[in-house]
Structures are given as structure tokens and as C-alpha cells.
């Protein structure tokens, strides 16, 4: 684990705002939550460091209080992609932690986060005691298991512009947008295209591309999603 910028308090996990929308933790007892409370750790980490790193071992949970953060993996010639996001009231580092091997993924804050820690030792007990947890933990591996094979399809047989397009709105469902339409996380050509499985310079004529089209408007590292019926569209997701 990397060491964090400094350690912090947050929150009592009953007064988190963010866990309305873990759907691990909202089948907990307010007992659960007190317990949980009391034995976890909150951390900051600044914009870009690493929160765990592929290969190492983890020993436990953590879950997103503020921020974002991104799952990374280095393929061949060390080019990075992107497996997935988190927001806040998002858990990472469970697969890890269930099956006892070495994180298969980097976890990088996109911003300046902060994320609270839970031990394995309490994970485990929970999961022992709550069998709703249980249930939850198997929908969300489950669902895991349903993203990855669906990006790998795409990767396989979509065209570029329809890649590029739905890791917009990929972006958009996992983080939202502004008043005025644009994504709320900003993120570099280079990650958008490590996303999409692309290189960055086709990244960059894409995005020009749907620009020229007003699908979207570029401003700088933002991005606003112009005309939602044509990204989707020309994303090629109507299932």
C-alpha cells in the first residue's frame, strides 16, 4: 500500500453520505456501522498518487469518502489501460482481498480523494455475520465480470469513433455532468484513449472529430456532451 499523504478522521459511518450509494454497506446494522466505524482509517491521497499498486498484496477494503479514482492495468509494452472508476460511495481492492492473491490492478486517485480503510479481519467478519452483504459482494462481482466481457468485445470489434464515444458515456454515467453539460471528471487525452483502447493521437483526432460533428464541445481538458442522442448514436449502444 502506498503510504498516504496524511492520515485523517472521517466521519461516522452512519452520517456518510457517500454510503447511501455503496451497495455493500447500506445493508449494514446500525451495529455493523458502529463497529465498522470504530475500527477503520481514513486517508488522503493527492492527484495522481497511488492508493495500491498491481502485484502487491492487499489486506484490506477501502472505500471512496471524496473524490475519484481510477483501475489500472500495464499491458504489453507497458501501455496503461483503464479497467474501471470510482466515485464516492465505491469500493475497490475486494477482488484481492476475496481471493486472497495480489491486487491484479493499480488504483490511482484522479484527484485529490480521500478514501476510508477497513481491515480485512472486519471485512471478513462482516461477511461472515450479514448474509445480505454476502448477496451484495456476489452482484457486484457479477456485474464486474459482465463490464469486463462487454469491453472486451468492444475492443475487439467496435470501430474507433464508437469506442471513443461510449467511454464518454461511460464517463457521464459514472460521474455525471454539470449545469451546462459538461463531464465532471477531467480527464487527459492520453487516459481517454487508454479507456478506449486507443493511442492518444487517435484519441485526439476522435475527439476533434465528434467536435467538428457538435456531438461534443471541447474547452480545454472539458468536455460537454452536446447532442446525447447522436453520442449515442454513433456509439452504437441501444441494448
Known sequence: MTKPNNII??????????????QLFNTLSV???????????GCCYKKGQHIFTEGTRGHGLYCVY???VK????????????????????VIGYRSLLSNEPYYATASALEDSILCY????????????????????????TQNLKES???????????????????????KEKFGLTEDGYLTVKLSRREIGDLS??????????????NKKGIIHLKGKSIGLVNMSRLVETANIYD
Open 31 to 41: 451495529l455493523e456501522l458502529d463497529k465498522t466505524s470504530k475500527e477503520k482509517g
Open 66 to 68: 471524496k473524490g475519484k
Open 197 to 210: 483502447g486507443v493511442t492518444t493521437e487517435t484519441t485526439i483526432r476522435t475527439l476533434s472529430e465528434l
Open 149 to 171: 466481457e462487454k469491453k472486451i468485445i468492444n475492443l475487439k470489434q467496435k470501430p474507433v469513433i464508437q469506442r471513443v464515444s461510449e467511454s464518454l458515456l461511460i464517463l
Open 71 to 90: 483501475i489500472h492495468k500495464l499491458g504489453v509494452e507497458a501501455k496503461e489501460q483503464i479497467v474501471r472508476f470510482a466515485k464516492e460511495g465505491d
Open 9 to 22: 478522521e472521517t466521519p461516522h459511518c452512519t452520517e456518510c453520505d457517500s454510503r447511501c450509494d455503496n
Open 118 to 141: 477497513i481491515s480485512k479481519k472486519t471485512f471478513l467478519e462482516m461477511l461472515e455475520n450479514n448474509k445480505n452483504l454476502s448477496y451484495n459482494v456476489i452482484q457486484m462481482l
